[in-house]
């Protein structure tokens, strides 16, 4: 019985540290561009990998950025982003 009740407090610990609450930041800027010939895209960015990151910026060279995001959790188990280019055709 013992072990049991070790195996399941054991348990409980690892998963109330495991899931931490998550943390969201974002920021959106106005352009203030209107119309049809807005053009806006938006890519997953994983923020831990900067490979990653240089490639969704690479992709748009000449846009604006115009919203970032970025959902983590306390222990920065996992960093994901968001990013929103917009540019006029």
């Not at 495991?18 to 119309?35: F, L, M, S, Y």
């Not at 748009?60 to 917009?86: P, R």
Request: aromatic content about 8%; hydrophobic content about 40%.
């Amino acid at each position: 019985m013992m072990k049991k009740l070790m195996a399941v407090s054991l348990l409980s610990t690892v998963l109330l540290a495991a899931c931490q609450p998550a943390n969201i930041t974002a920021v959106k800027w106005d352009t203030g561009e209107k119309g049809a010939g807005v053009q806006t895209r938006c890519e997953r960015v994983d923020m831990r990998d900067h490979s990653e990151m240089q490639s969704a910026f690479a992709k748009y060279d000449g846009w604006k950025l115009i919203y970032v995001s970025e959902y983590t959790t306390g222990n920065k188990s996992g960093t994901d982003g968001a990013v929103c280019f917009e540019r006029v055709k």
